[in-house]
Nanobody, 128 residues
């Protein structure tokens, strides 16, 4: 059973930065692409960024391109995905969800339906 655990959310002023992290607990997710989505109250879930299993190939949503960076590495012996967010705007306020494709699906993706595992979300609030 795979569970994705996000951390790093919080409150920040406009123009500030935050770093989100996501790691699987329980079973690991070797060789599996991952991504970030976000959802603001009353709005549909929105694609933010994704990364392939190597970390070399990334995609970004238009609203965050140039401000957010997705990457992956190893933390506590587990594959961890990061989202470095800078130049934050009030419009970035949302619940941010970590997602992973099915085990062994290595290519980065952008559609919500391409992801199989989901975290519970971490809240990011940007004040003006």
């Amino acid at each position: 059973q795979v569970q994705l655990i996000e951390s790093g959310g919080g409150m920040v002023q406009a123009g500030g930065s935050l770093r989100l992290s996501c790691s699987p607990s329980g079973d690991t997710l070797p060789n599996t692409a991952m991504g970030w989505f976000r959802q603001a109250p009353g709005q549909a879930r929105e694609f933010v960024a994704s990364v392939d299993w190597t970390g070399d190939s990334t995609y970004y949503g238009l609203s965050v391109k140039g401000r957010f960076t997705v990457s992956r590495g190893i933390a506590k012996n587990r594959q961890t995905m990061y989202l470095n967010m800078s130049a934050l705007e009030p419009a970035d306020t949302a619940n941010y969800y970590c997602a992973a494709r099915r085990l062994g699906w290595v290519g980065a993706a952008q559609d919500e339906s391409d992801f199989f595992y989901w975290g519970q979300g971490t809240q990011v609030t940007v004040s003006s």
